[in-house]
């Protein structure tokens, strides 16, 4: 698989590789933790989510880590295929705020 | 399913028309919210609102205004459309008051000549 530095604007992987999309938020006040993917000429969709009372969660094929301590989140998703291709977005909530997003990732498959 | 929709996908208004651009979600969601989204800035929140009548401003409010008179519905007012208004324009939904998924639009192109 391949892993990526905070905050790379792209990311390009080959089918059947594993991807890592990381993401620093900014609130150590931030309790709950979300990850978007938006296809082009969509809005985004959400794919995982997580609290802070956890580390890690795992849905169909990808997974959310959560570190407080650095306040680092990443998502990692198995066996990437073409139709993962997308912007993903990570994004914090601290309660009774709304969703606060990052910049955003491109992820582009080849195939 | 939860499903958000927005009044137009694309919108070409002129410098200094008063623009509205409506959301309207059927899950009987409480909070409403409206982002716009530019490269490289990702998803900026502009206003957002927990209740009828209510509304709070989110990031980047200047400029615009907002309007929740039914629960269903949320919209997003530019009193005086300026070229740096040209953006793509979302709209969200969330049932409860923090600590859950909100629910996308599909986007308003808006483009402002």
């Known amino acids: 698989g391949e892993s990526v530095g905070l905050h790379l604007p792209t990311l390009s992987v080959q089918e059947g590789d594993n991807s890592i999309i990381n993401c620093a938020y900014s609130n150590s006040a931030s309790d709950y933790f979300i990850w978007y993917k938006q296809e082009s000429g969509k809005g985004p969709q959400f794919i995982i989510d997580?609290?802070?009372?956890?580390d890690k969660r795992q849905g169909q094929r990808v997974t959310v880590l959560l570190n407080k301590t650095v306040k680092h989140l990443s998502l990692q998703i198995a066996a990437t295929q073409p139709g993962d291709s997308a912007v993903y977005f990570c994004?914090?909530?601290?309660?009774?705020?709304?969703?606060?997003f990052g910049k955003g990732t491109t992820l582009s498959v080849s195939s | 399913d939860v499903k958000v929709t927005q009044s137009s996908r694309y919108l070409v208004k002129r410098t200094g028309e008063k623009v509205f651009l409506e959301c309207v979600q059927d899950m009987d969601h409480e909070n409403m919210f409206w982002y716009r989204q530019d490269p490289g800035l990702g998803l900026r929140l502009i206003y957002f609102?927990?209740?009828?009548?209510?509304?709070e401003k989110g990031d980047i409010p200047e400029g615009y205004s907002v309007s929740r008179e039914k629960k269903e519905r949320f919209s997003l007012i530019l009193e005086s459309a300026s070229t740096s208004q040209t953006s793509m324009y979302l709209c969200?939904?969330?049932?409860?008051?923090?600590?859950?998924?909100?629910?996308f639009g599909p986007g308003t192109r808006l483009t402002v000549t």
């Open positions: 609102s927990y209740d009828v009548k209510m509304k």
């Open positions: 997580i609290r802070s009372n956890m």
């Open positions: 994004a914090e909530n601290q309660a009774g705020t709304a969703l606060i």
């Open positions: 969200a939904s969330r049932m409860l008051r923090g600590g859950d998924e909100q629910y």
